[in-house]
């Protein structure tokens, strides 16, 4: 189950993610119905995740951007139009995103940047390179905080300080225990000192280029590297992993990837995320595994991916950590 917290998202355009956060018996609020006394703020959203992950992407960074009960946050969305879609999600995004040629015709106070798939070796030869960059750089200009997840912290880095991010060889792919390195500064006022959180990459900015360059690593892991960051003047946060991730996040991640092995679109058999299961179902996980590389790849096999008895296996430490970093961050932007 996703943590359980107050909304104050204000339902001021038709997107069916309400009703989906209405559904989770979350509280959403009618723009009739938003106190006046309370302040507000206006988030412009860019989604740059792909077709599979959109919907659940847009879900996830909406309750975070809803964990701060003391504020009315009304979330713009935005699209990428050079982004490859389907037809019924680039009919989705037309319908409720804004095109981000508009980013600079509302009143915004700040901006949230997920991650994306990346198709080039080098960052800067994606095809949404030159229209992340020039975003990248107004709202640093113009709004008050800009928010990164993921690539699109490496992004960030590399337009902001020309930090090129590194392969690691191996995926970072997991929750990992992290700790504050700056336990007073105020985007984790009341986070706990040893806190878990999500990670699911290939690519790292070392804790020593963020500091290079200025910028606080702020949570930090010996085995995932540096979590959070930030402009000491906040103008730019920086997650590296996924602090948007829900309960399945990786399981849907990790099932994925098996159906490539099945499908031969990957050589190796994936491993499990880290830390991820609990141990009843990483046994579930390692039986599958044997059963499949004991048998001839088949299509039966795909229906018995035990992902029931995985999604039991789950525990969620890291979303309650997220939410407090977000809503302290919301607090940021109103002082």
């Given at each position: 189950?996703?943590?359980?917290?107050i909304?104050?998202?204000?339902?001021?355009?038709?997107?069916?993610?309400?009703?989906?956060?209405?559904?989770?018996?979350?509280?959403?609020?009618?723009?009739?119905?938003?106190?006046?006394?309370?302040?507000?703020?206006?988030?412009?959203?860019?989604?740059?995740?792909?077709?599979?992950?959109?919907?659940?992407?847009?879900?996830?960074?909406?309750?975070?951007?809803?964990?701060?009960?003391?504020?009315?946050?009304?979330?713009?969305?935005?699209?990428?139009?050079?982004?490859?879609?389907?037809?019924?999600?680039?009919?989705?995004?037309?319908?409720?995103?804004?095109?981000?040629?508009?980013?600079?015709?509302?009143?915004?106070?700040?901006?949230?940047?997920?991650?994306?798939?990346?198709?080039?070796?080098?960052?800067?030869?994606?095809?949404?390179?030159?229209?992340?960059?020039?975003?990248?750089?107004?709202?640093?200009?113009?709004?008050?905080?800009?928010?990164?997840?993921c690539?699109?912290?490496?992004?960030?880095m590399?337009?902001y300080?020309?930090?090129?991010?590194?392969?690691?060889?191996?995926?970072?792919?997991?929750v990992?225990?992290?700790?504050?390195l700056?336990?007073?500064?105020?985007?984790?006022?009341?986070?706990?000192?040893?806190?878990?959180?999500?990670?699911?990459?290939?690519?790292?900015v070392?804790?020593?280029?963020?500091?290079?360059?200025?910028?606080?690593?702020?949570?930090?892991?010996?085995?995932?590297?540096?979590?959070?960051?930030?402009?000491?003047d906040?103008?730019?946060?920086?997650?590296?992993?996924?602090?948007?991730?829900?309960d399945?996040?990786?399981?849907?991640?990790?099932?994925r990837?098996?159906?490539?092995?099945?499908?031969d679109?990957?050589?190796?058999?994936?491993?499990?995320?880290?830390?991820?299961?609990?141990?009843?179902a990483?046994?579930?996980?390692?039986?599958?595994?044997?059963?499949?590389?004991?048998?001839?790849?088949?299509?039966?096999?795909?229906?018995?991916?035990?992902e029931?008895?995985?999604?039991?296996?789950?525990?969620?430490?890291?979303?309650?950590?997220?939410?407090?970093?977000?809503?302290?961050?919301?607090?940021?932007?109103?002082e």
């Open positions: 189950m996703v943590g359980r917290f909304l104050a998202l204000v339902r001021h355009n038709d997107l069916a993610v309400y009703d989906r956060l209405l559904s989770e018996g979350l509280a959403v609020l009618a723009p009739e119905a938003v106190d006046q006394a309370l302040p507000s703020l206006n988030i412009a959203f860019l989604n740059m995740m792909p077709d599979a992950a959109l919907h659940a992407t847009e879900r996830q960074f909406f309750r975070l951007l809803g964990s701060n009960q003391n504020i009315n946050c009304y979330i713009h969305p935005f699209r990428l139009d050079v982004l490859a879609r389907s037809s019924t999600a680039q009919h989705y995004l037309q319908t409720h995103y804004q095109p981000l040629n508009e980013i600079n015709q509302q009143p915004l106070d700040a901006l949230v940047v997920t991650g994306a798939n990346i198709t080039q070796a080098t960052l800067s030869h994606e095809l949404f390179w030159s229209d992340l960059d020039k975003l990248l750089n107004w709202s640093k200009l113009h709004l008050k905080s800009t928010l990164c997840s690539l699109a912290t490496h992004a960030a590399q337009v300080y020309a930090v090129e991010r590194r392969h690691m060889g191996d995926k970072c792919w997991g990992f225990e992290h700790h504050l700056q336990p007073q500064h105020a985007l984790v006022k009341g986070v706990a000192a040893n806190i878990f959180m999500a990670h699911s990459r290939y690519n790292d070392s804790a020593e280029d963020f500091e290079s360059n200025n910028v606080e690593p702020i949570i930090c892991s010996p085995r995932a590297g540096v979590q959070l960051a930030a402009e000491k906040l103008s730019v946060v920086y997650f590296q992993g996924h602090p948007e991730y829900d399945i996040s990786l399981l849907k991640e990790y099932k990837e098996v159906m490539r092995y099945l499908s679109e990957r050589k190796d058999y994936p491993p499990v995320p880290e830390n991820y299961f609990a141990p009843e990483m046994l579930s996980a390692e039986r599958y595994k044997n059963t499949l590389l004991a048998s001839p790849k088949a299509a039966q096999l795909l229906a018995q991916f035990p029931a008895v995985l999604q039991r296996g789950i525990v969620n430490n890291w979303q309650v950590t997220a939410q407090q970093v977000f809503s302290n961050w919301l607090d940021l932007l109103i």
